[in-house]
């Protein structure tokens, strides 16, 4: 059973969340945690990310969220040691509808989880807040919520802070905030800074202490379909995912 579940959640789109998801994984595999990356956005970035040909794929999340029995058979490995994927496929989209009318279809994910046994399962969501988003709060033990550092930043963070509290006042108890990513900083501009320390007094400890600069090595990391350890380990962008993961982990302990 996998104990360290955590969701990468923010319904905005180009926030970072895959680029979060993807190398923190990749971070934490590189300390010897054996890490499931699960890509459930049917934009399946995580899943071409890494490398993976989306085209030549078997099974996806898709068919496994329908029938677990498949889980074992749709794992694959990825070109880092310990770290391993559930990819996705554009077909992921028809799960929305297709889950509708099944029975605890809000804990589809959760089920397929507690079949692994995972240091780490980091979740890749959508920019939508839609079930299969739901399936991913239910089945997490906690929440990293990356933000730009943009003026809008804070806006919709209030909205997705209650929704995690309402989670975990109905169906996951467990559900714990990790906390708020800053990503894409610019150290040289003053809003970054301003957006940063307002931030700050927002959400005081459950801001998170690394902060992700933005570095042209991580967007480029994707197109090559490698991890950031793998494109350029000594790039800016590298030094704070490895900072993240390293936060992580002391924070587990
Ligand atoms: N720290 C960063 N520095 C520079 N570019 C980044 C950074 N993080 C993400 N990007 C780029 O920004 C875009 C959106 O990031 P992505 O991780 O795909 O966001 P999301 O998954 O929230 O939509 C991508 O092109 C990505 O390569
Ligand atoms: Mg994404």
Known sequence: M????????????????????????????????????????????????????????????????????LLGTSIIETSTNNLYLLPAKHSLSAAEVDLVNIPSRESKLKNVISQTDFDYVIIDCP????????????????VIIPVQAEY??????????????????????NLELLGVLLTMY??????????????????????????????????EAPSFGRTILEHDKWSKGARAYKQLAKEIIDRAN
């Not at 079930?131 to 906690?142: D, E, F, G, M």
């Not at 610019?186 to 459950?206: F, I, M, N, P």
């Open 2 to 69: 996998s104990h360290n579940i955590i969701t990468i959640l923010n319904q905005k789109g180009g926030v970072g969340k895959t680029t979060t998801a993807i190398n923190l994984s990749a971070y934490l595999a590189k300390s010897s945690r054996r890490v499931l990356l699960i890509d459930i956005d049917p934009q399946s970035n995580a899943t071409s990310g890494l490398g993976i040909d989306i085209n030549s794929l078997g099974n996806s999340i898709y068919e496994v969220l329908l029938n677990p029995a």
């Open 127 to 142: 920019p939508a807040m839609g079930l299969l988003t739901i399936n991913a709060l239910v089945a997490s033990s906690s």
């Open 152 to 173: 809008y930043a804070m806006e919709g963070l209030g909205q997705l802070l209650s929704i995690v509290q309402r989670v975990r006042e109905t169906v996951n108890p």
């Open 186 to 219: 610019d150290s040289r501009t003053s809003l970054a800074e301003q957006v940063q320390s307002e931030l700050q007094k927002h959400l005081g400890g459950k801001l998170l202490k690394t902060v992700i600069p933005r570095n042209v090595r991580l967007a």
